[in-house]
């Protein structure tokens, strides 16, 4: 009598084995900036300056200049979706002075049980800040502000690159959101700046 165990063990072996290709994970895409995002303000002004002051490095660990759209475009793009002229008179000014994105190695760690662990590799920091400056002459009012934000996060070793184009991607949208409520809280200090 044939025995027929080691065949259906087989066909079981090699049907669990497509069903598990099937369902690999695909890569997941970076996120990308939309300005819809962002709520406009509309601002007692007639014209928005805005101004990218930002030097890039252009050298490690410096990596702004890579990407694309670069950090300083995306605030350039926030900034004409947001602060919006509203206003028969007056200028504000949005003097871009930093939007980098440093990636950084991590020290190993230390204690030899981290050798079987997925350990903490690199750190990704973004860095945004500005300078707002709003000029209206019609009743001599006006107003500055110092506008900063950072956010970061660390990949572990097992990173692949599209885990460090996801990263970078999501820290600077995150940075970007922390420099959108800081710039709305600065703003909402003005007085006259804001129109009904």
């Known amino acids: 009598m044939i025995r027929l165990f080691p065949v259906r063990f087989a066909f079981f072996a090699c049907l669990v084995s497509l069903l598990a290709a099937c369902q690999t994970a695909q890569p997941v895409a970076p996120p990308q900036f939309s300005a819809a995002a962002y709520a406009p303000l509309s601002i007692n002004a007639r014209q928005l300056e805005i101004i990218d002051n930002w030097a890039m490095p252009m050298q490690d660990p410096h990596i702004e200049h890579l990407l694309q759209p670069t950090p300083a475009q995306i605030m350039t793009d926030w ?30 760690p230390e204690k030899i049980t981290s050798l079987v662990k997925d350990n903490q590799d690199s750190r990704v920091r973004v860095e945004l800040s500005a300078r707002l400056m709003w000029l209206q002459p019609v009743g001599g009012q006006q107003g500055t502000g110092e506008i900063r934000s950072e956010a970061s ?37 003005i007085d006259g700046i804001i129109l009904p």
Request: glycine share 4%; charged share 20%; hydrophobic share 50%.
């Open 153 to 189: 996060v660390t990949l572990p070793e097992t990173a692949r690159p599209v885990d460090y184009d996801v990263a970078i991607q999501e820290t600077i949208l995150q940075a970007l959101a922390l420099f959108d409520a800081e710039i709305r809280a600065n703003i909402a200090a």
């Open 79 to 108: 900034a004409s979706r947001v602060l919006v002229p509203a206003g028969g008179s007056g200028e504000l000014i949005l003097d871009i002075s930093k939007a980098s994105v440093i990636v950084t190695d991590l020290p190993p």
